[in-house]
Nanobody, 117 residues
Framework: QVQLVEHGGGLVQVGGSLTLSCEAS????????MGWYRQAPGKERELVAT???????NYADSLQGRFAISRATTDNTVYLQMNDLKPEDTAVYYC???????????WGRGTQVTVSS
């Protein structure tokens, strides 16, 4: 089992910045991917960004340039730096840990990000 604890959501004004963090604990194995997804009201959950344990990153096309994902492998923490936030970024942001060997997905409980205009 893997447990994910997210921090850093909140209310921010348009154009502002927020940093989310997610710490993974439990049965952490090599060959994994951590990342962030988000779900806005009435919409499906969508990819924000992912990062492998080797540091390879992948972003949703529309977010690259404003969002940056990083990872501290020493403590299995993943960060999401969000800049120039827009009202359409308002969503619940979920941390994900994906085990690549014997594939399994684990999810955090989510953290609310609200961008006010």
């Amino acid at each position: 089992q893997v447990q994910l604890v997210e921090h850093g959501g909140g209310l921010v004004q348009v154009g502002g910045s927020l940093t989310l963090s997610c710490e993974a604990s439990g049965s952490i194995l090599s060959n994994n991917v951590m990342g962030w997804y988000r779900q806005a009201p009435g919409k499906e959950r969508e990819l924000v960004a992912t990062i492998t344990d080797r540091g390879w990153t992948n972003y949703a096309d529309s977010l690259q340039g404003r969002f940056a994902i990083s990872r501290a492998t020493t403590d299995n923490t993943v960060y999401l730096q969000m800049n120039d936030l827009k009202p359409e970024d308002t969503a619940v942001y979920y941390c994900n840990y994906r085990r690549l060997v014997a594939p399994m997905d684990y999810w955090g409980r989510g953290t609310q990000v609200t961008v006010s205009s």
